[in-house]
């Protein structure tokens, strides 16, 4: 049979839609169930025919199953005890990167008679990462006629867990010059700062190497360090200032690669070597290299790889802009992917039964579920079946119909 889905606002054909007569749904609120990531393979989870006041022998009689959307062998199901097992070890970082909480959703099916019930698999996060510096070295160079209470701002560490186990904190190797100052995001990282507590003499100490340790929250914490080396320098006049502090810009998923994504500029009063300018990326994370680009010279930010709505909607970027005389000033630019309609909506069929009897009475034909990745009114729906056909469709939870 063929049915039609179609978006709300741009109509699209989707061939195999599967429907049914007469159904019975579970109520709104779904099951949740709680596992630590990295729990081994077997673990027991609960009893599905417990939990949903069923008798064993009454559970395995209405063909009960396990369904997803995403065909996710995360658990297995024993029909007639009712037991459900984890099937394999759960990576939080894998499957869910920072999103929190880490929801993997799932479905019980019972056949006789028809009836779903939803459920969701909750993975706790475990301190199983440190935090790590993607440099080794970090070198800065200051100027010897620098004010005490002067910042420096810092690469900060990178740490997969999240929550409590995420980066929390840095310190900085004994000194008498510098201490370490913590910034919040508003977004729940932290940032390393550090701050000039005396003036530096260059003729007296010409360099500093200090460590810098990130810390995060777990009992036990974990921790990672890199190396500062402070170089100090003689007077050079002027520190490049860029002529936005911050750039914001919208970019659609669909940009091609090379595109231009946005051009910044930063100004040197000073003449000669200590005039030049070269522009780069201020301790980017791996996956912005991977996807941008700038040019040295002129500032021009461009697309290195394509870009992915459904996967990543922003990206923060610090830009330096670095004289010849070692001086350096900094900017940061905010890009947001836009979404287009770049995904058509997919049909994933949960059961069908076929052939059917004629005269049959009112009955469950086929269950399936509809969606779309894209977001907003990209991702609206419509469901619809030919009027001349004897089913009808009828809609419930998340999609299903």
Aim: aromatic share 8%; charged share 20%.
């Amino acid at each position: 049979m063929e049915a039609r889905v179609v978006r709300a606002v741009q109509k699209r054909q989707v061939l195999f839609l599967y429907v049914f007569l007469g159904v019975s749904w579970a109520g709104a609120e779904p099951l949740r169930y709680f596992v630590a990531e990295e729990t081994e393979r077997g673990t027991f989870l609960a009893n599905l025919a417990i939990d949903l006041e069923l008798g064993a022998g009454e559970l395995s009689a209405r063909g009960p199953r396990i369904i997803s959307d995403e065909n996710i062998g995360f658990l297995l199901f024993n029909p007639l005890t009712g037991d459900l097992l984890l099937n394999e070890k759960l990576d939080r970082e894998e499957l869910c990167g920072p999103t929190e909480p880490c929801v993997l959703p799932f479905q019980l099916l019972l056949e006789k008679p028809f009836q779903i019930f939803r459920a969701e698999l909750w993975v706790r996060d475990i301190n199983d990462h440190s935090p790590v510096f993607l440099d080794r070295e970090i070198t800065l160079n200051i100027l010897e006629s620098t004010t005490p209470g002067a910042t420096f701002l810092l690469e900060s560490a990178q740490d997969s867990d999240v929550g409590i186990n995420n980066l929390r904190n840095y310190t900085i190797s004994f000194n008498v010059y510098f201490h370490i100052n913590i910034r919040d995001s508003g977004e729940g990282n932290v940032y390393p700062e550090l701050v000039l507590d005396r003036v530096l003499d260059r003729e007296e100490v010409p360099e500093l190497r200090l460590t810098l340790t990130a810390l995060d929250g777990g009992s036990p914490p974990r921790s990672g360090t890199t190396l500062i080396h402070i170089l100090v320098l003689d007077i050079n006049d002027n520190v490049p200032e860029f002529v936005e502090s911050l750039y914001k810009v919208q970019v659609p998923e669909n940009s091609p690669v090379g595109s231009l994504v946005v051009a910044v500029s930063a100004r040197d009063l000073d003449t000669g070597s200590n005039g030049e300018i070269v522009y780069a990326f201020f301790y980017a994370t791996e996956r912005i290299l991977k996807t941008f680009q700038i040019n040295s010279t002129s500032g021009n930010l461009h697309l290195k790889a394509e870009l992915n709505y459904e996967a990543i909607q922003t990206y923060t970027l610090t830009i330096q802009a670095k004289d010849g005389g070692g001086l350096s000033g900094k900017c940061t630019v905010v890009v947001h992917v836009t979404d287009v309609n770049d995904n058509p909506p997919e049909l994933l069929m949960s059961s069908l039964t076929s052939p059917i009897a004629e005269n049959s009475p009112e009955t469950v034909v086929g269950v399936f579920r509809i969606r779309d990745r894209d977001s907003g009114n990209n991702a609206k729906m419509v469901c619809s079946v030919q009027d001349h056909l004897p089913f009808v469709l009828k809609p419930s939870v998340e999609n299903f119909y």
